[in-house]
């Protein structure tokens, strides 16, 4: 079969039947650091490179880094690179200029990656690229990093750029939105998505001014991931396997306090609200409901799901707060287990482990819900369906 083609419908066996104008997620890929950071060696690793022997200290630290659940991490920050730049382990210097110039060459060099391992996938030319959408919360510079990319990947010069920055733990999730929004609108294109990330602006020694500091360390990771978007795909050249149904975006009123990051010459502050978990569970019912009332499922249960995951509390309150069968979320918790929370870029890792799973036909729900919250508090949610090719 040739040009565009038809899904079938899913059904009891798993398959979905595609809606003709739709966006669909046609390949994925992922670009890691080459340091890989074991959770069991995250407190010597940590208070050594800071130069911290104070006791209390290690005891939280090892507190967060079982709690956490993450288990592995990939992470641009190393020994090395702390020895070429001892200023960035010194509490008070003013050491914004080279923590950009690391931050802005890693993501390029692990975005590239992540795209190159996404057009492999596809199968296709770069030049068969139209538009690009970059997300990220660790660069900052003029021209961006969509425009090194472009260049580094071979795009062709009219491409067209959207770069979506400092949007946080939900930035992946509305790089979806944005590329499934240009899909549709502009018939035969094709959308890049790259998210490209490092912990770098936020690494500092302890401090007891910033106990959230001692959180990133247990939790946050570095890496990147892409995605390539388009509607009516060419049944011989493209396997599409979630069709992009309907997106929304939400802030609740109120809570921008909730995820604060400050820029200064030492970097970037971030701070967490305890309550974050609880503000998520207040709306997080009637969002989700948002989403499914437009193909009128009614039981949350009936969905497949793939939420960025923030933490295990986050996980946990959705789970108990919406009364969630403990194997709905399993995917989720697995990207965390084995990643961290890479901020935009982990909702992707959610979808590679999703996309195992319909293959292998563990997923028996024909809809499903991507959801990530972020700085606002910002809720992002995308209602998807499962699709084979035939």
């Known amino acids: 079969m040739s040009g565009l083609g038809d899904c079938n419908a899913m059904g009891g066996n798993g398959r979905s039947h595609c809606s003709r104008g739709k966006a669909m997620l046609l390949a994925l890929g992922k670009g890691l650091p080459e340091q890989v950071l074991p959770q069991e060696k995250v407190v010597e690793t940590y208070l050594q490179d800071t130069i911290c022997d104070d006791p209390e200290t290690r005891a939280k630290l090892e507190r967060l880094c079982k709690t956490t659940t993450v288990r592995t991490r990939y992470t641009v920050m190393s020994k090395e690179l702390l020895d070429e730049h001892p200023e960035l382990k010194t509490e008070g210097l003013p050491t914004l200029t080279p923590r950009l110039d690391i931050c802005n060459a890693a993501v390029l060099e692990l975005g590239a990656t992540a795209a190159r391992a996404a057009l492999g996938e596809w199968g296709r030319a770069a030049a068969d690229i139209t538009h690009l959408v970059y997300i990220s919360s660790s660069e900052l510079r003029l021209p961006g990093g969509d425009l090194f990319l472009a260049t580094r990947l071979g795009l062709r010069p009219n491409i067209v750029r959207t770069s979506l920055l400092f949007l946080g733990c939900s930035g992946g999730a509305a790089a ?16 890049l998505v790259i998210a490209a990330e490092t912990t770098v602006l936020g690494f500092r020694p302890p401090s007891p ?21 388009g509607a009516g795909p ?10 992009l149904q309907f997106s929304t975006q939400e802030f609740l009123p109120g809570t921008e306090k909730v995820i604060d990051g400050k820029i200064s010459e030492e970097g970037i502050n971030f701070k967490l609200g305890r309550d974050l978990p609880e503000k998520i569970e207040s709306r997080i019912e009637g ?10 499922i009614k039981e949350f249960n009936d969905v497949f799901w793939a939420v960025h995951p923030g933490g295990p509390a986050i996980l946990n309150r959705l789970e108990l707060c919406l009364e969630l069968q403990p194997e709905k979320l399993k995917i989720s918790r697995k990207a965390l287990m084995n990643y961290g929370n890479v901020s935009s870029n982990t909702v992707f890792y959610v979808l590679e482990y999703l996309r195992d799973e319909l293959k292998k036909g563990l997923i028996r729900e024909e809809w499903g819900l ?7 508090i910002t809720f992002e949610g995308m209602l998807v369906r499962g699709v084979n090719w035939d």
């Open 370 to 376: 991507i959801l990530a919250f972020g700085p606002g």
């Open 176 to 191: 979806l939105r944005s590329a499934k929004d240009i899909a549709e609108n502009n018939p035969g294109s094709r959308v």
């Open 209 to 229: 001014d910033r106990p959230y500091d001692l959180v990133g360390a247990a939790l946050f990771g570095d890496g990147a991931s892409a995605a390539i978007i």
């Open 287 to 296: 969002f989700c409901r948002t989403l499914m009332d437009r193909v009128g």
């Open 234 to 243: 060419i049944a011989a050249e493209e396997n599409p396997f979630l069709e």
